[in-house]
């Protein structure tokens, strides 16, 4: 499942169900995924859905070490 999806996954062409976003993000942030998807030889979707669940992620642990 897509939603699922990390940077390690990103070679393994993890697939599933999606919906459309638009968001508009700064020149050189665009430019970083664009570079990424091509070393990576994936699409700049699967860049970006790993890239946010790894942020999520992240920012999870980080809520779950304040509430302690």
Do not use: C, Y
């Not at 390690?8 to 919906?19: C, H, V, Y």
């Amino acid at each position: 499942m897509r939603s699922q999806l990390r940077i390690a996954d990103l070679k393994r062409g993890t697939k599933g169900p999606s919906r459309l976003m638009n968001v508009r993000v700064p020149t050189h942030v665009a430019e970083a995924v664009d570079r990424l998807s091509r070393q990576l030889d994936v699409s700049k979707t699967e860049v970006i859905v790993a890239l946010l669940n790894e942020g999520l992620t992240m920012a999870a642990k980080a809520a779950g070490r304040r509430r302690k």
